[in-house]
């Protein structure tokens, strides 16, 4: 009788133990799939046909002038300054799924308003979309990896993923892009911002099956919308080292920025011919792809972590200085894809050291608010950037170099913070 109770006890304990590594094989694949749903999420909000004769958009369909299309996207920013922590705190108070969910859908009607019709006013409409929506996912889809991971106990893995993400963004670039212009030379500019329609739809519709990973920690909540908005705030006001993290991220970040608007005018100066901006926008964003995924490996080969981040900085500052004085194709190609490729993937590494910094359930407001300090940056030298480009194109490539190696060389950030 004693070995029967012996061996039925035996048979329990491994049923039971089938039983655990089941429930666990479950509770895993169920949160890995937000990721893998993530990258798909990604790659479709990425297709953005219009990346590469963005400026011919305004300028040529639009009939826009260089300073009116600067002057729309100072007002895209200061209304994503607007929206920025009322949507942070939508996802921290409501749910990061809606908020994805909503981001992606308006975004694709705000291509619909966009592609309908040249006017400043209709653009304007487009904008306050595309801000609504913008500040609805920035910070968001990172606060949903971060909880996520920490269902998987990977919390370690957000800047891996985070690169992932976005380089699956920047594929669906590629990819887009030269259809775009090729949309654009046989057919017509508002019918590549048109079709944009398409594939942020899809997007909307994979959100509709992510899990949210945070339902337990709002079940806690007992803030108000207000309360939630303003710890924000707080927390950058009580916490020094995320600032000097946040700042310094920022400004480099936003001088890159504006490489964006620049370079078409760039090829312009270089007599491109508009079929092919969009394959020069498809190499910038390959060379972000291969950047983003290098940058994290390369800094844990470096010792000295802030060395490294100061010599990652300065190099696409002196890309922007000798843009300024070269118009030579076999250089002027390789000098944007040097910034583009420097500047757009150093913010991965603040990722880590930004999140470890910010107390969990209110990440998403608080990344709210530092991507609401960049769009405040952001609205102040748009007009500054359009004076400058009115007066000289190389004077503005000037302007924006020397600003990223002036703040590069007199960072405050020690090597422990990251």
């Known amino acids: ?37 993530s990258y798909l999420f990604h790659f479709f909000m990425g297709l953005h046909l219009i990346s590469g004769v963005l400026l011919p958009f305004f300028l040529t369909w639009g009939k826009l002038t260089f300073v009116e299309v600067m ?21 921290d108070y409501i749910s990061r799924k809606v908020s994805l969910q909503l981001g992606a859908l ?50 370690d893995d957000i ?100 490489i964006i608007w620049l370079y078409q005018l760039y090829l312009e100066a270089l007599q491109f011919q508009l079929i092919f901006f969009g394959f020069i926008s498809t190499s910038m964003t390959l060379i972000q792809i291969v950047f983003n995924n290098i940058v ?18 300065i190099i696409p ?8 004085v070269i118009f030579f194709i076999p250089v002027s190609i390789p000098l944007i894809l040097i910034v583009i490729g420097f500047g757009f993937s150093r913010s991965l590494l603040f990722t880590k050291a930004i999140n470890s910094q910010i107390e969990t359930q209110n990440r998403a407001t608080v990344i709210s608010t530092i991507n609401m300090i960049a769009s405040l940056i952001r609205a102040i030298l748009y007009p500054f950037i359009g004076y400058f480009v009115m007066i000289n194109l190389s004077i503005t490539f000037l302007f924006l170099g020397a600003m990223i190696i002036v703040f590069a060389l007199f960072s405050r950030i020690k090597s422990e913070y990251l």
């Open 1 to 37: 009788m004693d070995q029967e109770i012996v061996d039925l006890q035996t048979v329990y304990d491994k049923t039971e133990k089938i039983q655990n590594t089941i429930h666990n094989r479950i509770h895993v694949n169920k949160w890995e799939s937000n990721l893998r749903k």
């Open 71 to 91: 002057l729309l996207q100072s007002y895209f920013t200061i209304m994503i300054l607007i929206f920025e922590i009322p949507c942070g705190a939508i996802a």
């Open 106 to 155: 308006i975004t694709a009607m705000a291509a619909l308003i966009y592609g309908s019709y040249p006017n400043i006013i209709i653009f304007a409409i487009g904008e306050t979309l595309w801000a609504f929506a913008s500040a609805l996912t920035s910070g968001t889809d990172q606060a949903f990896i971060y909880d996520t991971l920490r269902k998987l106990e990977r919390e």
């Open 159 to 258: 800047s891996k993923v985070m690169a992932r993400n976005r380089s699956f963004t920047l594929f669906g670039i590629a990819i887009s892009a030269p259809i775009g212009s090729i949309i654009a030379a046989y057919a017509s500019l508002n019918l590549v911002m048109t079709f944009m329609f398409i594939p942020f739809f899809i997007a909307t519709l994979i959100s509709l099956t992510l899990k949210e990973p945070n339902h337990d920690l709002e079940k806690k909540k007992t803030e108000n919308y207000f309360t939630v908005i303003k710890s924000g705030f707080n927390e950058l006001k009580r916490n020094s080292v995320l600032r000097v993290l946040s700042f310094e991220m920022i400004i480099t970040e936003t001088a890159v920025f504006y």
């Open 296 to 313: 994290i490996k390369l800094e844990n080969k470096c010792n000295n972590k802030k060395r490294f981040l100061q010599f990652y900085s």
């Open 317 to 324: 500052g002196i890309g922007f200085i000798l843009m300024s």
